[in-house]
């Protein structure tokens, strides 16, 4: 039996990409949605991989990443001072529920992390959103969403030196806590749009592209992702397809 732990306050860290306009409405989108949903206080932190520079947090020189937060997510216990917790979510989410029920159900003190354990594997022949096609590899999209246990003593593997260091492999794969401490949250809250086709939905994740994408104007859940969006944001986004396009 699971001890269920409720944080009135919870810290919540959004993956930010500063590569282009849509990826900063994805990022802005993700955080209205979270806002509007939720009915408690929560603390939402941009994870801006320039600013880790500037502050000596962020020093590896592989570039290898997909976006600009493929190893930020891994500084939010850091960030935290490795007490309390941490969530961490790609920004490409869209969140339709109170975040806090994640606060409220799966977070235990014996747990080092909580994710959506995904467990598909037919994603090999499609193209990301950056066109490349997308490779699977175990655990893959794990790290999408993750509430950090950032006092626990495995979670503290989570050094600037080991996150500044070590392999995609390592960090992605959560290498860095035993398997039995990682606690499963169920896949409503990380629906991979495209993917998935349960009706029960608690936040939607465009893993593919969303809207803002070249060639994903219509992808499936788009029209609830651009009510967020305000008439001037909308008409930008057009205009960054059209460029793309050209």
Avoid at 16 to 45: M, P
Avoid at 110 to 131: G, I, L, P, T
Avoid at 156 to 184: A, F, G, Q, Y
């Amino acid at each position: 039996m699971y001890i269920i732990i409720y944080i009135m306050k919870l810290k919540i860290f959004i993956g930010f990409d500063s590569s282009n306009y849509g990826q900063e409405l994805a990022y802005e989108v993700c955080k209205r949605s979270i806002l509007k949903n939720t009915k408690y206080d929560v603390e939402i932190h941009k994870l801006v991989k320039k600013d880790m520079i500037d502050q000596g947090i962020f020093k590896r020189t592989d570039n290898d990443g997909a976006t600009e937060f493929t190893y930020t997510r891994f500084f939010v216990p850091y960030l935290c001072n490795y007490e309390g917790y941490g969530l961490f979510c790609d920004s490409d989410f869209l969140w339709k529920c109170d975040i806090n029920e994640l606060f409220e159900n799966y977070v235990s003190e014996e747990f080092a992390v909580s994710c959506v354990k995904h467990a598909y594997q037919n994603c090999c022949s499609r193209r990301k959103m950056d066109n490349q096609v997308q490779e699977w590899y175990p655990r893959k999209n794990w790290s999408s969403l993750m509430i950090f246990n950032c006092s626990h003593k495995n979670t503290k593997n989570l050094t600037l030196e080991n996150v500044n260091k070590n392999s995609p492999k390592w960090l992605h794969r959560m290498e860095w806590c035993n398997d039995d401490e990682i606690l499963e949250i169920p896949k409503s809250f990380n629906y991979l749009v495209d993917y998935y086709d349960d009706e029960y939905i608690k936040a939607l994740h465009f893993t593919d592209g969303g809207p803002w994408h070249p060639g994903y104007e219509n992808v499936q859940y788009g029209n609830e992702w651009l009510e967020y969006l305000d008439s001037n944001e909308k008409e930008k986004m057009v205009e960054l397809r059209i460029n793309n396009y050209n």
